[in-house]
Every structure is written in C-alpha cells, then in structure tokens.
C-alpha cells in the first residue's frame, strides 16, 4: 500500500479520532460514566482502523494467510460493537439489566460468524490468489449494525415528545447518514469511507451530550436560583413571606390598588412565651407551624401572609369590604384557639388597619396602626382584635 493510499483511507478518520480525543481529556465536566462510553468508543473505533491497515497489507500478498482472516474477523465483530455502544450511549438509562443482555445477543452471534472464516465460508472467505469473497452470511455485520442503529432511531423519534425536536432530529440524521454510507460502500464496494463516517458521527454524538449536559447544568442552576429566591424571601420555618418580601410585595399592591379597600392585620400569640419557656423552642415552633396552616385556611390565596419573627403575623387584605374583614378577623380569632402537644392553650390579639379606597398610605404607617390596634387589643383583656381606620387624605385624581 504507497502513502498516497494510505493518507486518502486514514486522513478523516485519523484528525477525527485526535479532536475526540483532546475533546474527551479536556472535558472536566462530563459525567465519568458517559466519558469513558465515548473512550470505550475512540478506543474501538481505532483498533478497528488498526485491523483494516494491517489487513490492506495482507490484502498485497499474493496468496491468503491466516493473519488476513484474523484481521478480517476482528474488523466483521468490532463494527456492530460500535452501533451498540451508540445505542448504550443513548439509552443506558432506559435500558434495564434483562434487555441489555438480550441486546448483546447479535453481536455474539456477529462474532461467531465473523470467526468461523477460520473453518467455513458462510461468512466469507478468500480465493487461492486472495481475491474476497463474500458468503451467504457476509452481510451479517452491516445488518446488526443498521439493527442496533434503527434502535436508536426509534428511540430518538419516541423521546421527541419528550426533548426537544431538533435534539432528536440531530440522532437520526447521524445514524442515518451512517447507514446509508454502508449502503453505498456494499453498492460500490469502496469500504474506507465507512469508518471516516462512523469517527465523525461520534464527534457529532459527542457534541449533542455536551449540549444535553449544558442544558441540564443550566436548568438545575435556574431551579438552584428559583430555590435560593424562594428561600430568601420565606420564612424557614413557616413556608410565609419573611418581612423584608412581605413589605416589597405590599408596597407593591398599595401602589397599584389606589382605588381599592386594604386592610392589614397584625396579630401575636397570647402566652406563646410561656409555652416556649416552659416546653422548649420545639413545642413553639409546632404551635407557629399550626397558625400559619389555620392563616392559610381562614384568608383568601390572593391575601399576602408573613411572618416577621418570633409569634408575629401579618396579612395584607386588598378589595375588602369592612363588613367581611369583621367576619375575617372573627373568624381568625377562633382558629387561633391552639393547643401545643402538652396541653397549653394559646389565643391571638389583633391589631387591623382597615384603608379605604380612594385614601393613601404606605406600608410602615399601615403596621404602625395595626400595631397600635393590637397593643390595644392587649389592654382590652387579649383574645380579640381591635380595628383601627387609616385617617388620611383622599388621593387626587387628575
């Protein structure tokens, strides 16, 4: 074989294999599990390139040797490997432990066939003057090999409901461009031109895990970001708005509900200290846990709840009537009857600052009232809640 030859068979599939390579050894954030797939694959497809030279030198000879048929046999069972660990790759975490075994049934019988060269020509075999000739079973590996690659295609086809369509789109038309090269190398018997295919297919593999794998690094760093937010503007304990996001979110529904009724409510535990001194910070977090729930149950989805520290609640109300923020508060008044798990009965004070529409205030003037409301529902005796209206001037309307 001159170098000429030679530079036209291995030139793609050589620069092919050196960019896989530097790709794969300075990847650092590819799962370890799919790297060493993607090197099992380099790997496989280089001995395979290997085998094919080294056969084109006894392919020179002027009669068949062993060594001819070894190789021959070597680069019949590698190429179907190759389908199968593009398969793995692609479905290995749908394929169960059963169905992986019956999936290396073909490349079994492909090495059986592949081997009995040695002994039969059902395979193939070569002539006293080492011409090749193909047997009955001599297209055993290109078939197994489009059956491993139909695989695939089905899986992509059945996982675009899933993924996106252009991901999937991407798999067929790789493997597809795979098969029909082993159409055309049976037709026009130019056999070099297969393995280029299959070393650039995998490069292409290798560029679509990476773009999975980015996405998936980005989709879990949003859902870290949504999960940090959340945590930043909630109560740990509670699951409430804490006090700083609980004041932006109702500034922000005072500065957009002018024309409305607002109300908000401020209420603490009466005795809640005692309970925590006397059964430790655990039994009081379980009481503050049940008055959350019974917040959540006796508002509406659309009131804003916080918890600002310790026993204090807050509830901003937008588009009240006066008359259902009376019943409102009644009824917290009664769900805020609680019993810790050692007996200890608890009640709720609380404090309103009822807005009317058409009036203007900000947040801090509205939990100022509704403090001093509460404060009053203290010296009135506890267990009740105390309504205060927010005396200001009426907003001009242009």
């Not at 491993?148 to 059945?158: K, N, P, S």
């Not at 679509?208 to 690094?217: D, L």
């Not at 977090?285 to 049940?290: F, G, R, V």
């Not at 959540?296 to 600002?308: A, C």
Request: hydrophobic residues 45%; glycine residues 6%; contains cysteine.
């Amino acid at each position: 074989m001159d170098l000429q030859l030679w530079i036209m068979i291995n030139t793609a599939s050589v620069i092919g294999l050196i960019y896989l390579f530097v790709f794969l050894y300075t990847n650092t954030s590819m799962e370890k599990k799919l790297k060493y797939n993607f090197y099992w694959i380099m790997g496989l497809e280089l001995l395979e390139l290997i085998f094919y030279n080294c056969e084109l030198v006894t392919a020179g000879l002027p009669y068949p040797t062993m060594h001819r048929i070894l190789l021959s046999a070597l680069g019949y069972t590698i190429r179907p490997v190759l389908a199968f660990m593009i398969l793995w790759c692609t479905m290995q975490r749908e394929i169960s432990r059963k169905r992986g075994i019956l999936l290396l049934i073909p490349l079994c019988l492909n090495a059986l066939i592949a081997f009995s060269a040695f002994f039969t020509d059902i395979a193939y075999s070569y002539s006293p003057d080492n011409r090749f000739i193909r047997g009955p079973l001599g297209y055993s590996s290109q078939i197994i090999t489009v059956f491993y690659l139909l695989l695939v295609i089905v899986f992509a086809i059945r996982n675009a409901k899933e993924n996106p369509v252009m991901e999937s789109a991407i798999i067929i038309s790789t493997v597809t461009l795979i098969i029909i090269n082993m159409v055309l190398e049976a037709v026009i018997k130019v056999r070099f031109t297969g393995r280029a295919v299959i070393v650039l297919s995998t490069i292409f593999y290798y560029m679509y895990y990476q773009t999975q794998e980015y996405k998936e690094h980005m989709q879990e760093g949003q859902r870290l970001r949504t999960t940090l937010e959340k945590q930043s503007q909630t109560d740990g304990l509670t699951g409430l708005l804490n006090k700083e996001a609980f004041k932006r979110a109702a500034e922000n529904v005072l500065s957009s509900s002018e024309d409305v009724n607002m109300a908000l409510v401020f209420f603490d535990m009466d005795n809640f200290k005692q309970v925590n001194d006397t059964y430790g910070h655990v039994a009081g977090d379980e009481l503050l846990k049940k008055a959350a729930d019974r917040m959540k149950s006796t508002f509406r989805q659309e009131d804003l709840l916080g918890r600002f520290g310790g026993d204090e609640f807050y509830v901003l109300l937008r588009g009240i009537t006066y008359q259902n923020l009376v019943r409102r508060l009644q009824l917290l008044i009664e769900d805020m009857h609680l019993k810790s798990e050692e007996g200890s009965l608890v009640t709720a004070s609380v404090g309103c600052a009822f807005l009317a529409g058409g009036r203007q205030a900000d947040v801090e003037e509205l939990i100022r009232i509704a403090d001093e409301a509460l404060y009053e529902a203290k010296e009135k005796g506890r267990n009740q809640y105390v309504i205060r209206e927010v005396k200001t001037k009426k907003t001009d309307k242009q």
